[in-house]
């Protein structure tokens, strides 16, 4: 019997059509063997890029989860829907981020919003992006304003899962050390961050936060990224990436849709932190820092 002990992180080059993009997500999974592979994790808006109708699909995929939570089961046309089914028929858990989530308060804005799927199509966590891109860049879009569209979230998670304890972050959320310094106190093990990185920080940013916060928080790094032109404005980085609690890159591609998968090896956890244990050894243990000057 093969060990699933793998993770995969797909890789897309999104649409503002999610039936595009869904039907993208599943020739993917048709085509890859999952023999070995336990969670498969998705870049951020994987399945609407830039979408002029994201409120229409907030409020669709928002009353698909309260159908999902209160009766389990989600409905058959919902984005949610059709995960929960890829989920099971692939007997994979699935980390599916970001869709855009309507708030249960009237006229208010959404939540980009990363759901953990199980292989029996349970939720088993959820995570509303914090750290929303409002962002001056040298590219063709030149300004972001993600707080013009969604509302952000007010807290972290961890999730348990078959391969270890799992945080959630997501893109932008990477500039933020203190938020991974978090999710480590709160027992992460491995960290997934569905990302639409532009070309511009991408290249300049990417590859070095990414590192570093694995280094960090001694955890795997589950990186997967938008990666290609997805109009006349936007270009994505890609370079998804799986990083070791040592730093090491130990699966990555360049440009376009794809799959990078790594096996996960708990000694790569203790070796980090028995070799380095900063948790340890943090100033916030040690000082009150509201009294430094």
Not at 21 to 42: C, I, P, S, T
Not at 156 to 167: A, E, F, N, Y
Not at 212 to 226: H, M, S, V
Request: charged content about 20%; some cysteine.
């Amino acid at each position: 019997m093969v060990s699933k002990n793998q993770i995969a992180l797909m890789q897309m080059v999104s649409s503002a059509d999610p039936i595009a993009n869904m039907q993208q997500l599943r020739e993917q999974l048709a085509a890859y063997d999952f023999a070995a592979v336990k969670m498969l994790v998705l870049p951020e808006n994987f399945a609407a890029y830039g979408s002029p109708n994201y409120q229409r699909i907030a409020q669709q995929e928002g009353v698909a989860l309260i159908h999902w939570l209160t009766t389990r089961e989600a409905p058959a046309d919902s984005i949610i829907g059709q995960l929960v089914q890829l989920a099971q028929s692939h007997k994979i858990w699935i980390v599916a981020g970001t869709l855009p989530i309507a708030s249960d308060q009237v006229n208010s804005k959404p939540t980009a919003t990363t759901l953990v799927i199980d292989d029996q199509g349970e939720l088993q966590g959820r995570y509303d992006k914090i750290h929303l891109f409002d962002a001056l860049v040298a590219d063709s879009q030149s300004h972001y304003r993600e707080s013009d569209t969604y509302q952000h979230g007010r807290g972290l998670t961890v999730v348990d899962t078959p391969l270890g304890r799992l945080g959630l972050a997501v893109c932008y959320d990477l500039r933020f050390a203190e938020m991974f310094a978090c999710l480590r106190q709160m027992g992460a093990e491995l960290i997934a961050l569905p990302s639409a990185f532009t070309w511009v920080t991408g290249k300049a940013h990417w590859r070095s936060l990414v590192q570093a916060r694995a280094i960090e928080t001694g955890c795997y790094f589950l990186a997967p990224n938008q990666g290609g032109q997805h109009n006349e404005k936007r270009k994505t980085w890609g370079h998804s990436m799986i990083v070791n609690p040592w730093g090491d890159v130990v699966a990555e591609m360049d440009e376009g849709p794809g799959m990078v998968t790594a096996a996960m090896e708990l000694e790569a956890i203790h070796f980090a932190r028995r070799s380095l244990p900063t948790q340890h050894h943090r100033i916030s243990r040690r000082v009150n820092i509201t009294g430094l000057n």
